[in-house]
């Protein structure tokens, strides 16, 4: 039989070797300097009360100084390190909140030796919901000879979360811009909402649908050579215009220029009150409700006025 070695001799060799490693290890890790280093870590607020909204920016990053071997800290990855302020019982106002070395996590081997800066000031406002119109975001005009009907927004109001004074000073909230250009039909789209301040934000709806309506614009007609009446002519006075007819210009839709006939267009001058001599007066034109007069050429005539007597 193969003689058999006592317990604590027995693998002598791989034990010899553990002790050869361990020792190699001691002095390699004792031989390195201590280095002490500054970084930027996050700041990472923890136990927001809920009825509570901070006003303007709240810090994201502190400074740090560390202090480890220089092994340890080369492998100190983005993140590794981080501070945490607890925020449990804070109250609306202003209030200040120390950061001590204590409230930074660092991997094992790493002290922090000092934060900057040591104090944090935070101003807290009570939070508040309310419901604003939504704006839709149009650019562009569409194809020649259509024009921008009704824009409807659907839902047009939403729910906003925020700071009680940025709350209430918010108006409306809006879409993102929907081009229009040289369109000759309809457009609806399903968009984005937003909010200008960055305070404020949306409390659960994200998109709205905008539907414009794209529709013909309308025409103009010209009805040529329409005598001038003299309105309001006084007694034992004659009057003659020159010229005696004019050009009126109308716009509408095509289906009320199309009903408008042209002896329904009346051009005028009224000369209540004028005694005899000659004016230079306006034209005026009497039109259909569905119809608008645009221009008269000419706007103004020779008007000249005689007494019956002469």
Not at 58 to 68: E, I, K, N, Y
Request: net charge negative; charged share 20%; glycine share 8%.
């Amino acid at each position: 039989m193969p003689m058999s070695w006592p317990w604590p001799f027995r693998h002598v060799g791989l034990k010899l070797m553990s002790v050869g490693l361990a020792v190699l290890l001691w002095m390699t890790v004792s031989g390195e300097e201590t280095v002490e280093r500054g970084l930027r870590v996050p700041l990472e607020l923890q136990q927001f009360p809920a009825a509570l909204e901070i006003q303007g920016e709240a810090p994201s990053t502190v400074d740090v100084r560390v202090r480890g071997t220089s092994g340890v800290l080369s492998r100190v990855a983005s993140g590794d390190i981080v501070a945490v302020l607890d925020l449990h019982g804070a109250r609306a106002g202003n209030r200040l909140f120390p950061v001590t070395p204590d409230q930074v996590h660092a991997p094992f081997g790493v002290e922090v030796v000092q934060v900057t800066p040591s104090t944090v000031a935070l101003a807290f406002e009570t939070s508040m919901t309310r419901e604003v119109p939504v704006t839709a975001s149009i650019e562009g005009m569409p194809a020649p000879g259509y024009v921008v009907g009704k824009v409807t927004v659907s839902p047009n109001r939403v729910e906003i979360v925020g700071p009680e004074s940025a709350v209430k000073r918010a108006r409306e909230a809006l879409t993102e811009t929907i081009s229009i250009a040289d369109l000759r039909d309809p457009r609806s789209e399903d968009v984005t909402i937003g909010l200008i301040d960055p305070a404020l934000r949306l409390k659960t709806q994200r998109t709205v649908t905008v539907a414009v309506q794209i529709l013909p614009g309308p025409l103009e007609r010209t009805l040529r050579n329409r005598p001038v009446h003299l309105r309001n002519l006084g007694p034992h006075l004659s009057a003659q215009a020159m010229p005696v007819v004019v050009d009126v210009g109308l716009r509408g839709s095509r289906e009320a220029l199309s009903r408008v006939e042209a002896d329904a267009v009346t051009a005028y001058i009224d000369v209540v009150g004028l005694v005899a001599g000659d004016y230079m007066l306006s034209v005026h034109a009497d039109a259909s409700d569905q119809a608008g007069v645009t221009h008269i050429d000419p706007a103004t005539v020779q008007v000249r006025i005689t007494s019956a007597k002469d």
